[in-house]
């Protein structure tokens, strides 16, 4: 969907570096998420926002950070790049977690991460 | 919190073969359930999801009732093609800000 992207698409790092991932939507939605995709895990929850500087930690938030200046950008850092930060990520927005007990989300494309 | 177990996959099938993906959550409460899906390559997309129990989602040929006597919510599609060859999610809201948690994936392959 148009109503949301992520950027870049495709990054490699050298391991120690700092790195930043973009979601960018179009919607307006208040709440926007960070997930990281590994095989056997599904998708883990690393940081959640419901407002403009407002965010919480999810469960597998170590190591990184995020920050929200305005409503239509979340940006998820990895303050010192590690192997084990190899992975998928993906952002997801949702209009609000009310209407989000029937609602769903609307996830991005997706960033590959490869930390070497 | 709340949780979802999903079925191991891979799973293979041909085509037009049944498919039956399992999924069980534990909750408190009855919060709504989704199924999402993930071609190659892209993010996960809304399938179908139940809002109350004993609701039935459908979409696309695939469906899935809320069960709150076993805590199941299994997708089943009575006739898959090779297009539906993807990743299907079990997942549900938890926590405060009812982030949702999803299961670990079944990889699904069609053959024709």
């Known amino acids: 969907d148009a109503g949301i992207t992520q950027s870049p698409r495709h990054k490699v790092t050298e391991t120690g570096t700092p790195v930043t991932l973009r979601c960018h939507q179009t919607e307006n939605h208040r709440y926007m998420y960070w997930y990281r995709q590994d095989p056997g895990h599904g998708l883990r929850l690393i940081h959640y926002?419901?407002?403009?500087?407002?965010?919480d930690k999810g469960e597998v938030s170590d190591g990184y950070s995020v920050s929200r200046s305005k409503t239509e950008d979340f940006l998820l850092t990895l303050e010192s790049a590690t192997s084990s930060q190899t992975s998928v990520y993906f952002c997801?927005?949702?209009?609000?977690?009310?209407?989000?007990?029937?609602?769903?989300?609307?996830f991005g494309s997706g960033t590959r991460l490869t930390v070497v | 919190g709340n949780s979802v177990t999903q079925m191991e996959g891979p799973v293979t099938l041909s085509e037009e073969a049944f498919l039956t993906i399992n999924c069980t959550y534990t909750a408190t409460g009855y919060p709504s359930l989704f199924w999402y899906v993930q071609y190659p390559g892209e993010g996960l997309q809304l399938l179908l999801k139940a809002t109350k129990a004993d609701d039935k989602g459908s979409n696309k040929g695939f469906e899935a009732t809320y069960r709150k006597e076993t805590t199941s919510f299994h997708l089943e599609k009575g006739s898959v093609q090779v297009s539906d060859s993807a990743v299907y999610f079990c997942?549900?809201?938890?926590?405060?800000?009812?982030?949702?948690?999803f299961g670990s994936g079944t990889q699904l392959t069609v053959l024709p």
């Open positions: 997801a927005i949702s209009e609000s977690p009310d209407r989000g007990v029937g609602y769903g989300y609307t």
């Open positions: 926002s419901y407002g403009v500087k407002d965010t």
């Open positions: 997942a549900l809201p938890s926590g405060s800000a009812r982030q949702l948690t």
